[in-house]
């Protein structure tokens, strides 16, 4: 098990639907990130959030929508996507952001569009 | 792309053996950590080595870093049929922006 819990594991949606990924900590970690990956390619970052502020967000097209509700939550907001952004999109967490911890990521969220 | 490099892509051995995966970077870093990826699951991480360390021991992973040639290895001793997974180098720049830029990944494959 680990200590981001991400929901739902998986979601099938199409083009036109409004859908969001869920991710929640109770680690006390004040960073927070989304990634996605491909299949066999490595995670590569959207969103990052340093208390509760979207800090850094890496040119993701505007039908991914960030949300950090609280210091334990962080949600991805999704609409009218394109069958290229099927993907796996995995939180994780960590102390702060830059420092020398590691993240601890979740079990992701497998994301097929139609 | 400040995406590092792994070699191998893929690697199979028996169980018992050794494994070596090898990372190379493109930038000054901060730290630079090892995670592995079972299939269908988060990634774990495994080791940090920060970028005044030359080497690193954790159980059976043995990492060394070399800032000079930018470069890591990551040694899997005695290996398991349990260590068949995604390995991913992970590296924390120096540049202010504070991302962590993830390697290309080695698939190990351990056959009992």
């Known amino acids: 098990d680990t200590e981001v819990t991400q929901t739902p594991k998986h979601l099938v949606m199409g083009m036109t639907n409004k859908k969001s990924l869920k991710c929640e900590q109770h680690?006390?970690?004040?960073?927070m990130y989304w990634y996605k990956q491909k299949a066999k390619k490595p995670p590569e970052l959207m969103f990052v959030y340093s208390y509760e502020k979207l800090s850094i967000n890496e040119s993701v097209p505007s039908r991914f929508s960030p949300e950090c509700p609280n210091s334990s939550l962080l949600n991805l907001h999704l609409h009218a996507l394109q069958p290229e952004d099927s993907a796996l999109y995995l939180c994780?967490?960590?102390?702060?952001?830059?420092?020398?911890?590691?993240?601890?990521f979740g079990d992701g969220t497998r994301l097929s569009i139609l | 792309s400040q995406q590092g490099e792994e070699d191998p892509q893929a690697l199979s051995i028996q169980e018992g053996e050794n494994a070596t995966m090898n990372c190379s970077y493109k930038t000054s870093i901060n730290n630079l950590q090892w995670y592995r990826q079972n299939s269908g699951r988060g990634l774990v991480h495994l080791i940090l080595?920060?970028?005044?360390?030359r080497e690193k021991h954790s159980g059976r992973l043995r990492v060394t870093l070399d800032t000079s040639k930018k470069s890591s290895s990551l040694l899997i001793t005695a290996s398991r049929a349990a260590d068949t997974a995604s390995y991913f180098c992970?590296?924390?720049?120096?540049?202010?922006?504070?991302?962590?830029?993830f390697g290309t990944g080695t698939r190990l494959t351990v056959i009992p």
């Open positions: 080595i920060r970028s005044n360390e």
């Open positions: 994780a967490s960590s102390q702060v952001i830059g420092s020398n911890q590691p993240q601890h």
């Open positions: 992970a590296t924390l720049d120096q540049t202010g922006a504070n991302n962590l830029f």
């Open positions: 680690m006390g970690h004040r960073a």
